[in-house]
């Protein structure tokens, strides 16, 4: 099993991937415990009009983690309220190091907490706020799209509850109650397969975030994240 340095590899942490079956190629299995750091991961936002940041109390941070949660702890917090129906709050990383380009099935699992309660009717603040991951060769970033005056991504997520080419939908952010307290979700793992290919430095780019079909403020604290990538 092959690791890369600069994230903090925790495989004792029972939602990360277990070895490879008998025989398989382990690949490379990366882990990063945002309590230590950030570790190479950056937030940004999308699907929302320029220049309007403050209307849609765009944030994101390393902070602590709320109550009832473990408050010796620390996330990476992303926060923003969902003006246009359909924002993306996202983060992203950069793994090098890879064989260039090379084809790689890869697996993503992310622990994150949430606050918002299941079960609600409408547009409501989990099941209509959906998680989506991926893999890509380029960098994901936002684009001014000059018709609309909008920010959109320069990769395929699709919109809402719809996966795209580059992002899937790996579930939503209910938390499982019908109060709004904060409980750590894990989504994604061996059941969602990816697949993507390396460029010639050796690099491919992953992206973990929200798409928002809640009219109002979503908060989130992503906790842990872990990758693996399988040569084929």
Not at 82 to 89: E, G, T, W, Y
Not at 93 to 122: C, D, H, M, R, W
Request: charged share 20%.
């Amino acid at each position: 099993m092959r690791t890369i340095t600069r994230l903090t590899v925790l495989l004792a942490f029972p939602f990360f991937f277990s070895c490879s079956k008998d025989g398989e190629d382990a690949g490379t299995i990366i882990t990063t415990d945002f309590n230590d750091s950030l570790g190479g991961w950056t937030a940004d936002f999308a699907d929302y009009p320029a220049a309007n940041e403050a209307t849609y109390e765009l944030q994101s941070g390393h902070e602590q983690l709320p109550a009832p949660l473990n408050q010796s702890q620390r996330g990476f917090r992303l926060s923003g309220n969902n003006h246009s129906d359909d924002l993306f709050m996202f983060i992203k990383s950069k793994i090098s190091g890879l064989e260039a380009n090379k084809t790689y099935k890869a697996f993503i699992e992310v622990q994150f907490a949430s606050n918002a309660p299941s079960g609600t009717a409408g547009g409501a603040p989990g099941e209509s706020v959906f998680l989506k991951a991926g893999f890509t060769t380029i960098e994901p970033v936002k684009e001014l799209e000059e018709a609309t005056g909008y920010y959109r991504m320069n990769i395929d997520k699709s919109n809402q509850g719809n996966s795209g080419a580059d992002l899937k939908v790996i579930g939503n952010i209910a938390n499982g109650k019908t109060a709004a307290e904060y409980t750590l979700l894990e989504l994604g793992g061996e059941s969602n397969v990816f697949t993507v290919q390396s460029n010639e430095a050796g690099e491919v780019w992953v992206t973990v975030g929200t798409d928002s079909g809640f009219e109002g403020a979503t908060t989130l604290y992503y906790r842990m994240i872990g990758v693996r990538l399988v040569p084929q």
